[in-house]
């Protein structure tokens, strides 16, 4: 049971132009959302995070929505730069006595 | 502030033998999870260890283990290796728990032959 997606495997981009990464998840207990950039062999590294109480946050290029009421958050990066090129990863988490839950990953390619 | 530090980096060993893997979390941080990455997947979650106690365990077998030893550094154990467990093993730590922003390692890549 996957309670969190990410439906786009990868997404390309042209630099300068707007990312738009995509996450759906089902159980509605999650209260808190987080994105982390991962590139090859090296582990992920926090990017952005959006409490259930808020419906946008953001941080410099990076910016995440929230819509509860679909289960959905997006995480937008603009302008795209060519070191955004890497994997994305959104989770989900509850409480403490639960670990986070994450999504597949979407590969993102900034082409120049 | 020194980061999560994994070791080895990289790791090369055949079926049927066991491997231990390394890592010391970030001072302070009391939660130390371990995870597995494999190409194409995303991040399956082992464990989480946390004052030395085993607090939440994902869908592994019992050939996967590990502790964590009063100065919050943990180890992790896979005994008889499989070709399946090739992978990268990457530890995050945290602060309180498993739920809340984590801090990662760059992994250990275990190739199994």
């Known amino acids: 049971d996957q309670q969190v997606k990410q439906n786009s495997p990868s997404l390309s981009v042209q630099e300068g132009r707007i990312s738009i990464l995509n996450c759906d998840y089902t159980n509605s207990m999650f209260d808190y959302f987080l994105w982390y950039k991962k590139y090859p062999a090296e582990g992920p590294t926090f990017l952005i995070s959006i409490s259930s109480i808020k419906d946008k946050n953001e941080d410099g290029r990076f910016t995440v929505f929230l819509n509860k009421s679909a289960k959905h958050l997006s995480l937008h990066i603009v302008p795209s730069q060519p070191g955004d090129s890497a994997v994305y990863f959104c989770?989900?988490?509850?409480?403490?006595?639960?670990?986070?839950?994450w999504g597949a990953g979407t590969k993102l390619i900034i082409k120049p | 502030k020194a980061g999560v530090t994994q070791t080895p980096r990289y790791l090369i060993k055949t079926r049927g033998q066991q491997v231990t893997l390394s890592c010391s979390p970030i001072?302070?941080?009391?939660?130390v999870s371990w995870y597995q990455q494999t190409p194409g997947q995303g991040l399956q979650f082992l464990f989480e260890?946390?004052?030395?106690?085993?607090?939440n365990k994902g869908n592994f077998p019992g050939r996967f283990s590990g502790r964590q030893f009063s100065n919050s550094r943990s180890e992790m154990n896979v005994s008889t290796l499989e070709l399946g467990d090739s992978a990268l093993y990457l530890c995050?730590?945290?602060?309180?728990?498993?739920?809340?922003?984590?801090?990662f390692g760059s992994g250990t890549q275990l190739s199994v032959l």
């Open positions: 260890y946390f004052s030395e106690t085993q607090r």
């Open positions: 995050a730590s945290s602060r309180q728990g498993s739920n809340e922003k984590l801090f």
């Open positions: 989770a989900a988490s509850r409480d403490s006595n639960y670990q986070l839950i």
């Open positions: 001072s302070g941080h009391r939660s």
